[in-house]
């Protein structure tokens, strides 16, 4: 009989939250592997009902810290859906380069202190930086450019305060737009060094199966805005979202799981995106992908720390573009008349698509609201890919398989809350 083992993590960092990961493995088989939750809910859907339209934005980008414009865009495009506003093209401009900001800084936080450690074998970004102090120092250089932007457009770093239903409370100069150019033009050229730094690293031979889930966006590689579509096929518009996935509440977490409706496990992400809407990144970025031999369509997780650093060089020259061609618009935003309706909004946060609804009264009093974010999506996902990696590699020590765990949650940059600890893991082998 194969003796039991039991390998215990009690804190894995460089992640966003706090859980566990119970994996069970009785007579060589992996029959349990439950990413448990235990962070207390946060109940944002509650603390929004009752409030004026305006709030949400504000109070969503509380979410997180890392990525709050994707929470303020959201529910900025939700209810204005709700109130039947479309925003000048001008704002929706804006709108993207703030929003590329925030992929900037947060992929490259990801690849540089919270994803690179793993595959050059340190426990942190602090070790590493002993051993590869210009990658490191050059990568948080870029993230700065990235926090720049949103300072800039939003007022600060973190949690902006000039987002707000119908665009911002005021738009920037050129001139204060313009001094971001020099800076931009040097980051696309250190970025395209990193990709091809992260596409020498050593990467397991393991392929996802489930379902990929992003945007669409005609006119451009989706981030602020586009369709739902999926590698099955699905293609609807954002409002139908809720007619295609569920939320379900189960045992082993205070988060919710999301499947499709009919019950399939499906993923969200870079990986995601890259793989149903590649062809519509810039050239220059499709080259360097070819460069480094990243196929057209990767379903390795593993190799989304290459993908991140693609989308970050895809955001750094949208955001070139975006500043060169700057004209103030003639408003900072839209007249908002509330009424009464239902409203849905959805947008590519860093880590994966990220979904909101809300129901408004006449005055524009928040009724309801649904937040469905990347990580909730992902859950079931991560369980899946732990489950058959570790069945895969069940000869790997326990040092070794617990390290890999690890590293299999990390593909997917979790965003469990703002906090900086989430996993313990927990093996039994009977």
């Known amino acids: 009989m194969t003796p039991e083992r039991r390998i215990d993590v009690p804190i894995l960092a460089r992640v966003e939250g706090e859980g566990a990961l119970h994996l069970r493995i009785e007579g060589g088989r992996v029959t349990d592997a439950h990413l ?23 109070i969503t980008s509380r979410i997180c810290g890392i990525c709050p414009v994707a929470y303020q865009l959201t529910a900025a495009r939700a209810l204005e859906a709700a109130f039947g506003v479309d925003v000048d093209p001008e704002i929706d401009r804006l709108r993207r380069l703030l929003y590329c900001g925030e992929w900037i800084e947060s992929h490259l936080l990801h690849i540089a202190l919270l994803h690179a450690p793993d595959f050059l074998g340190y426990d942190d970004g602090i070790a590493m930086a002993r051993d590869h102090r210009f990658e490191v120092e050059t990568a948080l250089a870029v993230k700065r450019i990235g926090n720049r932007i949103i300072e800039v457009l939003g007022g600060r770093a973190i949690h902006p305060v000039n987002v707000r239903v119908g665009g911002f409370h005021r738009v920037p100069t050129r001139d204060e737009l313009a001094v971001l150019a020099p800076e931009l033009a040097w980051a696309a050229g250190a970025m395209a060094d990193l990709v091809r730094w992260t596409a020498t690293f050593s990467f397991p031979d393991f392929e996802q199966t489930q379902d990929q889930v992003a945007l669409r966006d005609p ?23 809720p007619d295609h996935f569920v939320e379900e509440q189960v045992a082993h977490s205070s988060a919710l799981h999301s499947r499709t409706v009919d019950g399939r496990v499906y993923c969200v992400g870079p990986l995601a995106r890259y793989n149903l809407n590649g062809a519509q990144l810039s050239a220059p970025v499709r080259s360097l992908a070819d460069e480094v031999g990243l196929a057209p369509v990767c379903r390795n997780p593993f190799k989304s720390i290459v993908v991140r650093g693609l989308e970050a060089l895809y955001a ?35 880590r994966g698509l990220l979904y909101q609804g809300y129901e408004v009264a006449d005055d524009g009093t928040i009724v309801t609201a ?17 489950a058959a990696f570790a ?27 703002c906090s900086t600890h989430f996993l313990r893991l927990t093996v039994d082998r009977r």
Do not use: K, W
Not at 43 to 55: A, H, S, T, V
Not at 226 to 240: E, Q, T
């Open 370 to 386: 649904r937040i469905v974010p990347p990580t909730a999506q992902n859950q079931a996902a991560m369980e899946a890919d732990v």
């Open 219 to 241: 006119d451009a590689y989706a981030i602020e805005r586009g369709r739902v579509v999926g590698s099955d096929g699905l293609d609807v518009a954002v409002g139908h979202f």
């Open 391 to 417: 069945q895969r590699n069940l000869a790997l020590a326990d040092e070794d398989l617990q390290l890999r765990c690890e590293q299999v949650i990390r593909n997917y940059d979790p965003c469990i809350s």
């Open 316 to 350: 750094l020259e949208e955001a070139s573009a975006i500043v060169e061609d700057y004209r103030a618009p003639a408003r900072p935003h839209v007249e908002i008349r509330p009424r009464a309706g239902v409203g849905h909004g959805a947008t590519e946060a860093p």
């Open 36 to 58: 448990q939750i235990y962070e207390p809910p946060r109940f944002f859907e509650g603390l929004l009902r009752g409030r004026p339209y305006d709030d949400p934005v504000d």
